[in-house]
């Protein structure tokens, strides 16, 4: 069973503005699809401190050779897989979420 993956809009703007490699591109496009076959393929989200939490349930999967993380939700209801959040572990670690 086949989900499909939706990239919120703040997560398409990050990628367009963050992301310059062809390579590291491929590689985003390449998990989102493996996403679609394994959504829970990624780690359960669950930070130590309260201030990290988020008000829904996600999964994270950190993108091999890139510096990237992918958070997402899985809805099995409607079998979609939102990637809420692209994380650059370079950039300012008090600017997630």
Known sequence: MTYRVTFANSALDF???HVYSERILERIETYAELLADYPR?????EPSYPAAKLPLP????NIPDTPFTLFYSVDDAVQEIDVLYVNFSAGNPRGRF
């Open 58 to 61: 996600c999964r994270y999967i």
């Open 41 to 45: 393929i990624g780690t359960v989200y």
């Open 15 to 17: 990628i367009e503005e």
